[in-house]
Protein backbone atom coordinates (compact mmCIF):
# COMPACT_ATOMS: atom_id res chain seq x y z
CA UNK A 1 0.00 0.00 0.00
CA UNK A 2 1.70 3.31 -1.17
CA UNK A 3 2.13 6.13 1.91
CA UNK A 4 2.09 9.09 0.23
CA UNK A 5 -0.42 11.61 2.25
CA UNK A 6 -3.31 12.60 0.43
CA UNK A 7 -2.66 15.66 -1.31
CA UNK A 8 -5.25 18.04 -0.27
CA UNK A 9 -7.59 19.11 -3.21
CA UNK A 10 -8.42 22.97 -1.87
CA UNK A 11 -9.68 26.06 -3.38
CA UNK A 12 -9.77 23.56 -6.74
CA UNK A 13 -13.53 24.24 -7.98
CA UNK A 14 -12.77 25.55 -11.12
CA UNK A 15 -10.27 23.39 -11.88
CA UNK A 16 -12.24 20.94 -11.02
CA UNK A 17 -15.07 21.59 -13.25
CA UNK A 18 -12.79 22.20 -16.58
CA UNK A 19 -10.94 18.49 -15.62
CA UNK A 20 -14.81 17.32 -15.31
CA UNK A 21 -15.08 18.91 -18.98
CA UNK A 22 -12.13 17.31 -20.57
CA UNK A 23 -13.76 13.99 -18.90
CA UNK A 24 -16.55 14.52 -20.90
CA UNK A 25 -15.24 15.85 -24.09
CA UNK A 26 -12.87 11.83 -23.47
CA UNK A 27 -15.68 10.24 -22.90
CA UNK A 28 -17.83 11.30 -26.06
CA UNK A 29 -15.14 10.30 -28.23
CA UNK A 30 -15.23 6.94 -26.36
CA UNK A 31 -19.12 6.34 -26.98
CA UNK A 32 -18.64 7.90 -30.78
CA UNK A 33 -16.03 5.36 -31.40
CA UNK A 34 -17.10 2.02 -29.53
CA UNK A 35 -20.17 -0.37 -29.62
CA UNK A 36 -22.32 -0.55 -26.49
CA UNK A 37 -20.94 -2.33 -24.14
CA UNK A 38 -22.05 -3.98 -20.71
CA UNK A 39 -23.41 -1.93 -17.86
CA UNK A 40 -23.05 1.11 -19.88
CA UNK A 41 -18.99 0.82 -19.69
CA UNK A 42 -18.10 2.84 -23.15
CA UNK A 43 -19.40 5.73 -20.93
CA UNK A 44 -16.05 5.02 -18.52
CA UNK A 45 -12.49 6.18 -18.77
CA UNK A 46 -9.63 4.81 -17.35
CA UNK A 47 -7.25 6.48 -15.11
CA UNK A 48 -3.51 6.66 -15.45
CA UNK A 49 -0.90 8.01 -13.51
CA UNK A 50 -0.96 11.09 -15.22
CA UNK A 51 -4.65 11.66 -15.82
CA UNK A 52 -7.09 9.70 -17.52
CA UNK A 53 -7.39 8.10 -21.00
CA UNK A 54 -10.27 6.45 -23.22
CA UNK A 55 -8.36 3.10 -23.03
CA UNK A 56 -7.86 1.88 -26.31
CA UNK A 57 -10.15 2.81 -29.08
CA UNK A 58 -10.92 0.56 -32.37
CA UNK A 59 -8.32 2.58 -34.35
CA UNK A 60 -5.88 0.81 -31.83
CA UNK A 61 -5.13 4.34 -30.34
CA UNK A 62 -5.23 5.56 -27.42
CA UNK A 63 -6.51 9.27 -26.20
CA UNK A 64 -4.87 10.59 -23.07
CA UNK A 65 -4.92 13.57 -20.75
CA UNK A 66 -2.01 14.61 -19.30
CA UNK A 67 -2.12 17.07 -16.39
CA UNK A 68 1.66 17.44 -16.15
CA UNK A 69 1.55 19.33 -19.68
CA UNK A 70 -2.25 20.23 -19.97
CA UNK A 71 -2.78 18.44 -23.19
CA UNK A 72 -4.65 15.82 -24.78
CA UNK A 73 -2.08 13.25 -26.30
CA UNK A 74 -3.30 11.01 -29.13
CA UNK A 75 -0.86 7.87 -29.78
CA UNK A 76 -1.10 4.40 -31.91
CA UNK A 77 1.64 1.73 -32.06
CA UNK A 78 3.30 3.47 -29.17
CA UNK A 79 4.08 6.73 -31.26
CA UNK A 80 2.34 10.31 -30.97
CA UNK A 81 0.19 11.01 -33.50
CA UNK A 82 -0.77 14.41 -32.54
CA UNK A 83 -1.43 16.71 -29.25
CA UNK A 84 -3.72 19.70 -28.81
CA UNK A 85 -3.37 21.83 -25.55
CA UNK A 86 -6.18 22.43 -23.38
CA UNK A 87 -5.77 26.34 -22.19
CA UNK A 88 -6.76 27.65 -25.56
CA UNK A 89 -9.83 25.54 -25.98
CA UNK A 90 -13.34 26.04 -24.64
CA UNK A 91 -14.84 21.66 -24.36
CA UNK A 92 -16.68 22.44 -28.06
CA UNK A 93 -13.59 23.87 -29.74
CA UNK A 94 -11.36 21.20 -28.01
CA UNK A 95 -14.12 18.35 -29.54
CA UNK A 96 -13.97 20.25 -32.57
CA UNK A 97 -9.92 20.51 -32.96
CA UNK A 98 -9.85 16.63 -32.00
CA UNK A 99 -12.38 15.61 -34.74
CA UNK A 100 -10.10 17.43 -37.22
CA UNK A 101 -7.34 15.82 -35.65
CA UNK A 102 -8.21 12.51 -35.66
CA UNK A 103 -9.03 12.97 -39.71
CA UNK A 104 -5.90 14.30 -40.55
CA UNK A 105 -4.46 11.01 -39.51
CA UNK A 106 -7.60 8.72 -41.15
CA UNK A 107 -9.99 7.98 -38.23
CA UNK A 108 -13.86 9.90 -38.89
CA UNK A 109 -15.44 10.74 -35.88
CA UNK A 110 -18.84 12.64 -35.19
CA UNK A 111 -18.91 12.63 -31.46
CA UNK A 112 -21.54 14.37 -29.61
CA UNK A 113 -21.25 17.74 -27.93
CA UNK A 114 -24.93 17.90 -25.85
CA UNK A 115 -23.11 17.25 -22.25
CA UNK A 116 -19.95 20.04 -22.63
CA UNK A 117 -20.76 23.69 -21.88
CA UNK A 118 -19.37 25.56 -24.57
CA UNK A 119 -18.89 28.53 -22.89
CA UNK A 120 -16.44 27.48 -20.35
CA UNK A 121 -12.94 28.04 -20.76
CA UNK A 122 -10.78 25.43 -20.07
CA UNK A 123 -8.29 27.65 -17.35
CA UNK A 124 -6.74 24.82 -15.50
CA UNK A 125 -4.02 25.48 -12.32
CA UNK A 126 -1.41 22.53 -13.42
CA UNK A 127 -1.16 22.22 -9.87
CA UNK A 128 -4.45 21.51 -8.90
CA UNK A 129 -4.66 19.15 -11.83
CA UNK A 130 -1.62 17.39 -11.13
CA UNK A 131 -2.62 16.98 -6.89
CA UNK A 132 -5.87 15.34 -8.42
CA UNK A 133 -4.46 13.04 -10.88
CA UNK A 134 -2.05 12.27 -7.39
CA UNK A 135 -5.47 11.48 -5.90
CA UNK A 136 -7.47 9.88 -8.42
CA UNK A 137 -4.35 7.32 -9.02
CA UNK A 138 -3.90 6.47 -5.34
CA UNK A 139 -7.57 5.90 -4.69
CA UNK A 140 -7.80 3.46 -7.84
CA UNK A 141 -5.04 1.62 -6.22
CA UNK A 142 -7.16 1.32 -3.07
CA UNK A 143 -10.71 0.78 -4.76
CA UNK A 144 -8.55 -2.18 -7.19
CA UNK A 145 -7.28 -3.68 -4.01
CA UNK A 146 -10.50 -3.48 -2.68
CA UNK A 147 -12.32 -5.46 -5.62
CA UNK A 148 -9.74 -7.73 -5.69
CA UNK A 149 -9.72 -9.10 -2.18
CA UNK A 150 -13.60 -9.34 -2.96
CA UNK A 151 -13.32 -11.60 -5.56
CA UNK A 152 -16.04 -12.73 -8.04
CA UNK A 153 -17.71 -10.92 -10.37
CA UNK A 154 -17.09 -6.94 -10.43
CA UNK A 155 -16.64 -4.01 -13.21
CA UNK A 156 -13.10 -2.76 -13.31
CA UNK A 157 -12.28 0.59 -11.56
CA UNK A 158 -13.48 3.49 -14.15
CA UNK A 159 -13.68 7.08 -14.07
CA UNK A 160 -17.78 7.63 -15.03
CA UNK A 161 -17.08 11.39 -17.00
CA UNK A 162 -20.79 12.16 -16.33
CA UNK A 163 -20.78 12.59 -12.30
CA UNK A 164 -16.81 12.55 -12.60
CA UNK A 165 -16.86 9.77 -9.78
CA UNK A 166 -14.28 6.91 -10.03
CA UNK A 167 -15.43 3.50 -8.62
CA UNK A 168 -16.48 -0.33 -9.73
CA UNK A 169 -19.77 -2.25 -9.30
CA UNK A 170 -19.48 -5.47 -7.40
CA UNK A 171 -21.72 -8.72 -7.50
CA UNK A 172 -21.70 -10.66 -4.31
CA UNK A 173 -24.75 -12.89 -5.25
CA UNK A 174 -23.29 -13.85 -8.87
CA UNK A 175 -24.60 -11.75 -12.30
CA UNK A 176 -23.18 -8.71 -13.71
CA UNK A 177 -25.98 -6.64 -14.48
CA UNK A 178 -26.57 -3.63 -12.58
CA UNK A 179 -29.84 -3.12 -13.68
CA UNK A 180 -31.08 -6.50 -12.32
CA UNK A 181 -28.55 -8.40 -9.91
CA UNK A 182 -27.60 -7.30 -6.19
CA UNK A 183 -24.33 -4.84 -6.45
CA UNK A 184 -22.85 -2.79 -3.93
CA UNK A 185 -20.69 0.54 -5.16
CA UNK A 186 -17.32 1.81 -4.14
CA UNK A 187 -15.86 4.93 -5.03
CA UNK A 188 -14.65 8.01 -4.99
CA UNK A 189 -16.47 11.33 -6.04
CA UNK A 190 -14.85 15.02 -5.99
CA UNK A 191 -18.34 16.56 -5.58
CA UNK A 192 -21.87 16.16 -6.23
CA UNK A 193 -25.06 18.65 -5.76
CA UNK A 194 -25.25 19.24 -2.01
CA UNK A 195 -21.67 17.62 -1.45
CA UNK A 196 -19.61 20.17 -2.50
CA UNK A 197 -15.85 18.53 -1.28
CA UNK A 198 -14.26 15.07 -2.24
CA UNK A 199 -15.97 11.93 -0.65
CA UNK A 200 -15.58 7.85 -0.54
CA UNK A 201 -18.86 6.63 -0.71
CA UNK A 202 -20.40 3.01 -0.79
CA UNK A 203 -23.91 1.61 -1.45
CA UNK A 204 -26.06 -1.42 -1.76
CA UNK A 205 -28.88 -2.32 -3.83
CA UNK A 206 -30.86 -5.67 -4.28
CA UNK A 207 -34.75 -5.40 -6.50
CA UNK A 208 -35.90 -7.09 -3.08
CA UNK A 209 -33.61 -4.99 -0.66
CA UNK A 210 -33.91 -1.14 -2.23
CA UNK A 211 -31.16 0.23 -1.06
CA UNK A 212 -29.64 -0.22 2.78
CA UNK A 213 -29.00 1.66 5.48
CA UNK A 214 -26.23 0.05 7.83
CA UNK A 215 -24.08 0.85 10.54
CA UNK A 216 -20.70 2.35 10.05
CA UNK A 217 -17.70 2.37 11.38
CA UNK A 218 -16.28 6.45 11.79
CA UNK A 219 -15.30 8.66 9.79
CA UNK A 220 -17.77 6.98 7.80
CA UNK A 221 -21.45 8.38 7.96
CA UNK A 222 -24.55 7.31 6.64
CA UNK A 223 -25.63 9.46 4.19
CA UNK A 224 -29.43 9.75 2.62
CA UNK A 225 -29.18 12.71 0.65
CA UNK A 226 -28.38 11.96 -3.46
CA UNK A 227 -27.93 8.19 -2.17
CA UNK A 228 -28.24 5.60 0.63
CA UNK A 229 -25.29 4.39 1.73
CA UNK A 230 -21.71 5.14 3.74
CA UNK A 231 -20.25 8.54 2.99
CA UNK A 232 -16.65 9.80 4.61
CA UNK A 233 -15.24 12.35 3.83
CA UNK A 234 -12.13 12.98 2.15
CA UNK A 235 -11.05 15.80 4.30
CA UNK A 236 -10.91 13.84 7.34
CA UNK A 237 -9.73 10.57 5.89
CA UNK A 238 -6.58 12.52 4.22
CA UNK A 239 -5.50 13.46 8.23
CA UNK A 240 -5.44 10.07 9.34
CA UNK A 241 -1.79 8.25 9.55
CA UNK A 242 -3.07 5.50 6.85
CA UNK A 243 -5.77 7.23 5.03
CA UNK A 244 -5.32 4.28 2.56
CA UNK A 245 -5.98 1.82 4.63
CA UNK A 246 -8.60 3.09 6.41
CA UNK A 247 -10.58 3.42 3.55
CA UNK A 248 -9.77 -0.22 2.49
CA UNK A 249 -10.93 -1.68 6.13
CA UNK A 250 -14.23 0.82 5.66
CA UNK A 251 -14.80 -0.81 2.22
CA UNK A 252 -14.30 -4.21 3.17
CA UNK A 253 -16.45 -3.64 6.17
CA UNK A 254 -18.78 -2.46 4.45
CA UNK A 255 -19.27 -5.11 1.86
CA UNK A 256 -19.05 -7.48 4.52
CA UNK A 257 -22.32 -6.13 6.60
CA UNK A 258 -24.11 -5.64 3.14
CA UNK A 259 -23.85 -8.57 1.21
CA UNK A 260 -25.69 -10.87 3.61
CA UNK A 261 -28.60 -9.00 3.26
CA UNK A 262 -28.45 -8.63 -0.48
CA UNK A 263 -28.13 -12.28 -0.67
Do not use: C
Amino acid sequence: MLTMPLPALLDWDDTRDALHQVALVLSAIRVAASDKLPNDLQFSLRVTSSGFSTGELPTGATLSFETSALQLLYVRDWLRVFTLGLPEHTPQTLLRALTRGFRRSGFEIEPASKHSNAGLALAIDPQQANAYARALHSLAAVLATVREKLGGSATPVVLWAHHFDLGFLWFPGGGSDERRDAQIAFGFAPSSPGLPRPYIYAYAWSQPTGYLQLPLVPPAIANTQGYTGLYAAYDDLRKLEEPRQAIEAMLLDYAREAAPLLK
